[in-house]
């Protein structure tokens, strides 16, 4: 599962699909293929290539394909190895061509079905299950291929995001989307379909976004749309180039944009990883079942704000996995004498995937007998994916700006994945699994009501510009997103901040709190909430000024040494990620008005690529 790239019109195709195909290379693959439809000659051209498109567009310019239909894939392995066997799209008969993004976990016993009534399998891949579905759904009834598909959609468990051509429908192609995304780019006289809008920039700016359910008929001249059976319109949207990843658009900084994409990385993030119920574990790699399967605890390592990440992790490792997890430095982890625990899965967190120490420290632990290694990255061609066992990617796009944000959360997402799928090998109830997946299908709408804080968080960033020094306060989970917080202050406004947990505050940090201190806490309505407050009320016994990030039903209010944000309800499991975002717009808008280069800031680089 990966890139999917689609075109119809009234020009040759070829050019187009591999325009698309480039333009999602950054979300990594193995693989790349595309089918053409020859209208002509009544058949369908399929060119599979593993390795880079550019070895698919050289075999696509010595080929006879061509033709004005075709539907085009980059493909990252969860089922089969990487081969051209297994790369999409996949053919039934020779007819009948289609691209999936997505896990289908019920494939085994559908192609058990299939096998029964004659058909034979060439891959190793659950996606060659559904095209085989569509073709005896065609052979049995006297329908075409849009019925088809929704028949065949009607029993795929999982998430799927489809596109199907077929020479017997010669003039559209079919599209089904559930839990994986797709759109539809509009043309004049032409259409186009895509995973990500990315893709189709060269063509078109207006896009249909379908949405869970949906399915669509494209053809050169109209896109009609279903939802259960029922007929529908979509909104067509129209996006400016200016709000392409390396551009600031309207927003002031690039923080700031990365910042308010947060419900978008996650939303892509989370695609096609979970089914309605569960998490799919198989996105985490080929050999991800049979590892974590053994797996017993978890060791994290990574530096910085993926640290930080890691650190938050902990705490959903052992309370929903029930599962010992140790987090490490990577700068200090392999200067120690490391006693690896039988059956330990090594997991490493990097925005860039090219991080010195977290290499360094995946070189250490591939000799020390951990039982798998799983990278968490944001770029899938970057050595630590390269390096690890398993991978899994954060689809956060580019990240510009040198404070991370937009990456902090999507590895937060992808940690939270991979804590509910070991806690299913270790008796997570059904029930339980499926409170946690509904709570993380909410979590985009939640970060959208949250941004909307930015603008009473911006009034009260000015109570921070003349100050030198800030104290973050935290217990349980929000201790690390303190840290998070702490580290994203002093990253990009030079304010010397420190974060501690909220009951150390008695152990000298108490020392430093007089009103020229400020002092933030985070303070969701969870077990933790009235230690807290015993805690909060030290500081203003002391005459420190506290500025608290708060759920509604917490029980703050305003005084003169008290500011209250209230911060949109969420459970106690999504709660590091929400509380994390306030986090983020308060230390942007501190450097703002103190003038510092919030996307550069002095002597930090983005990638660090030195111990």
């Known amino acids: 599962m990966c890139g999917i790239v689609g075109a119809i019109g009234q020009r040759k195709v070829t050019d187009i699909l591999i325009e698309g195909l480039k333009r999602l290379e950054y979300r990594g693959y193995d693989s790349a293929g595309m089918a053409v439809l020859d209208k002509e000659k009544g058949r369908i051209n399929c060119i599979k290539k593993l390795g880079k498109v550019a070895a698919l567009e050289e075999a696509v310019a010595h080929s006879s394909a061509k033709g004005m239909l075709g539907i085009a894939h980059t493909r990252w392995a969860t089922h089969g190895k990487p081969s051209e066997a297994n790369a999409h799209p996949h053919c039934s008969s020779d007819g009948l061509a289609l691209v999936h993004n997505g896990i289908i976990e019920n494939y085994l016993s559908l192609k058990e079905g299939l096998i029964k009534s004659g058909y034979e399998f060439i891959t190793e891949t659950d996606t060659e299950v559904i095209v085989h579905l569509i073709h005896a759904e065609l052979n049995k009834s006297d329908v075409g291929v849009t019925q088809a598909v929704k028949n065949v959609v009607s029993v795929l468990e999982g998430a799927y995001g489809l596109a199907i051509i077929s020479k017997d429908d010669p003039d559209k192609i079919v599209v089904a989307r559930s839990g994986s995304p797709l759109v539809i780019g509009v043309g004049i006289g032409e259409n186009f379909i895509a995973s990500d809008p990315s893709a189709l920039g060269q063509v078109t700016d207006r896009f249909i976004y379908l949405e869970e359910g949906d399915i669509a008929e494209v053809t050169n001249k109209k896109i009609t749309i279903w939802n259960e059976g029922v007929e529908l319109k979509r909104n067509i949207v129209r996006l400016r180039d200016e709000m392409e990843d390396t551009v600031k658009g309207d927003y002031r900084h690039f923080m700031l944009k990365e910042i308010f994409e947060q419900k978008s990385a996650i939303t892509n993030t989370l695609a096609g990883k979970l089914s309605k119920t569960h998490v799919l574990e198989q996105a985490f790699g080929l050999e991800a079942q049979a590892i974590f399967e053994k797996t017993k605890s978890v060791q994290i390592v990574a530096c910085g704000t993926s640290y930080h990440a890691g650190m938050i992790a902990k705490f959903w490792f052992e309370n929903i996995a029930r599962m010992p997890c140790s987090v490490d430095i990577a700068s200090e982890y392999r200067y120690r004498n490391i006693l690896v625990p039988e059956n330990c899965l090594f997991v490493t967190v990097s925005q860039s995937g090219e991080t010195a120490d977290t290499l360094a420290a995946l070189k250490y632990a591939k000799e ?122 002093k990253e990009i406004s030079y304010i010397h901040a420190e974060a ?98 919030v996307d550069q800031p002095r002597n930090l680089a983005k990638s660090v690529t030195v111990e």
């Not at 061609?381 to 580019?398: C, F, H, P, Q, Y």
């Not at 989970?477 to 303190?482: D, K, L, N, T």
């Not at 007089?514 to 015993?534: Q, R, W």
């Not at 911060?567 to 942007?588: E, N, R, W």
């Open 368 to 489: 020390s007998g951990y039982e798998g290694t799983l990278a968490i990255c944001n770029v899938p061609s970057s050595s630590l994916v390269r390096e690890s066992n398993l991978s899994i990617m954060t689809v956060a796009g580019k990240e510009i700006g040198v404070a991370s944000t937009k990456a902090f959360t999507t590895q937060l997402s992808i940690l939270s994945l991979l804590a509910i799928s070991l806690a299913r090998h270790r008796g997570l109830a059904e029930q339980e699994e499926a409170l946690l997946v509904e709570d993380l299908q909410h979590l985009p709408g939640i970060i959208e009501e949250t941004l909307k804080l930015d603008g009473l968080i911006a009034k009260i960033s000015h109570d921070f510009a003349e100050k030198n020094h800030a104290l973050f306060l935290g217990r349980g989970v929000q201790y690390p997103v303190a840290k998070e917080g702490a580290l994203k202050l």
């Open 500 to 597: 501690y947990p909220a009951g150390e505050l008695k152990h000298g940090p108490l020392a430093l709190v007089d009103n020229e201190m400020p002092v933030i806490a985070i303070a969701p309505n969870d077990e933790l909430l009235e230690k807290l407050k015993s805690n909060l009320q030290e500081v203003i016994a002391r005459g420190g000024r506290l500025y608290v990030f708060a759920d509604a039903d917490a029980g703050f209010s305003n005084d003169p040494a008290t500011t209250v944000i209230n911060i949109p309800h969420c459970s106690d499991f999504l709660s590091p990620i929400i509380y994390t975002i306030p986090l983020q717009l308060l230390s942007y808008h501190v450097a703002v008005i103190k003038g510092t280069d």
